[in-house]
């Protein structure tokens, strides 16, 4: 069986977006491959935090993965600064990196442009991201468009070090999801639905509430032709808002575009918003469940324990391929 890899940085409550275009899918991969899925805390810290906001995010990302149905006898979910394996390792791939590719990183170069103190981290964190993924022999790496270049760089890393070392890890395969891969802002039909997104009715909070979800998708921008049809070069927005209603409902694009022939854009903004809070509704209810609950905590245990189990053992031969340490005598 295939290793599949993912990890999601705990820096706010994940996007309607993030559901549709990585974790819908994840639960699908659960049943198929070994799943490991990372909250990636240490990541996170590139960019200062409130300790006690990033306490509350980690937990709340671990019970978002449950909600929309993550099994823990299924797939591995665990924390990654609870695997001292993900930081050492890290250490080690940043001693087979180069600067040059570091600093051509686009995220790079984007959240440091014109930025007097940024943290080295932030030029550093992708070997850290290599090391998340080699330690457990990935096969699959689902990410989206924005991170495939970091994929390659491990890749990169990956095969530097095999030559020069030893032979000892998988090199990944990059899987961008076909439908559902970018879902995109509801202001901006240019720019990705992010959480990071200062502008709240730019996306939809997974745990946003059936009154607020309705506001935001009935103030999304559309277009001035009026009607409902996917055209992604010449009616951005409405193809985006026809993404989500098919990836929430089931339905093809084809039969919603039937429906709402002649119809104008506030019916279909009506009908769109009830399709996302029923799809919201369950992940909700179980979320609530989880947050506070030592079912939480038992699982994140156990994650733990299995991650470790298995990343200590690639850190060790990866220390001892490089020379590090004592060798063991007979």
């Keep these: 069986m295939k290793t599949v890899f993912s990890g999601i940085q705990p820096s706010g409550t994940l996007t309607l977006g993030n559901y549709l275009g990585a974790m819908k899918h994840f639960v699908e991969m659960q049943n198929d491959y070994n799943c490991y899925f990372c909250i990636v805390d240490q990541h996170a810290i590139t960019v200062p935090q409130d300790r006690l906001k990033l306490r509350e995010n980690i937990r709340s990302l671990a ?11 299924k797939a591995t979910l665990f924390i990654q600064s609870e695997v001292p394996a ?7 791939m940043q001693c087979v990196s180069y600067i040059g590719e570091l600093e051509r990183m686009t ?17 550093t964190y992708p070997p850290l991201m290599a090391a998340d993924i080699l330690l457990y022999k990935t096969d699959i ?43 995109m802002s509801l202001n901006d039909p240019a720019k990705k639905m992010s959480k990071s997104n200062p502008n709240p009715k730019s ?7 059936e009154k607020t979800i309705t506001k935001k998708i009935k103030s999304a921008v559309t277009d001035t ?34 429906r709402y022939a002649g119809k104008g ?6 009908d769109l918003a009830e399709v996302v809070v029923e799809t919201l509704r369950p992940i909700q209810q179980r979320y609530y469940e989880l947050i506070d609950s030592d079912e939480l905590d038992d699982i994140l245990d156990h994650g733990a324990n299995k991650a470790n189990h298995v990343a200590s ?18």
């Design 63 to 73: 019970a978002l993965y449950l909600a929309v149905g993550i099994d823990h006898e």
């Design 86 to 92: 993900h930081a050492q390792l890290g250490w080690l």
């Design 107 to 123: 995220q790079f170069k984007d959240k440091s442009d014109g930025k007097e103190a940024v943290s080295s981290a932030l030029l």
């Design 141 to 183: 790496v689902p990410v989206g468009e924005d991170q495939k270049q970091h994929l390659e760089l491990t890749r990169d890393l990956a095969e530097r070090f095999n030559k020069k070392y030893n032979d000892i890890f998988t090199i990944p395969e990059v899987r961008i999801p076909k439908v559902g891969a970018r879902i």
């Design 203 to 209: 996306y939809i909070s997974m745990l946003d509430d």
């Design 225 to 258: 032709e009026g009607s409902i049809r996917f055209d992604r070069d010449e009616k951005p927005a409405v193809s985006n808002l026809l993404s989500i209603y098919s990836l929430c409902s089931g339905e093809s694009i084809e039969s919603i575009e039937e």
């Design 265 to 270: 854009y506030g019916d279909f903004k009506s």
């Design 313 to 330: 053992r690639m850190i060790e031969k990866a220390e001892r391929a490089m020379g590090l340490g004592r060798k063991k005598r007979k």
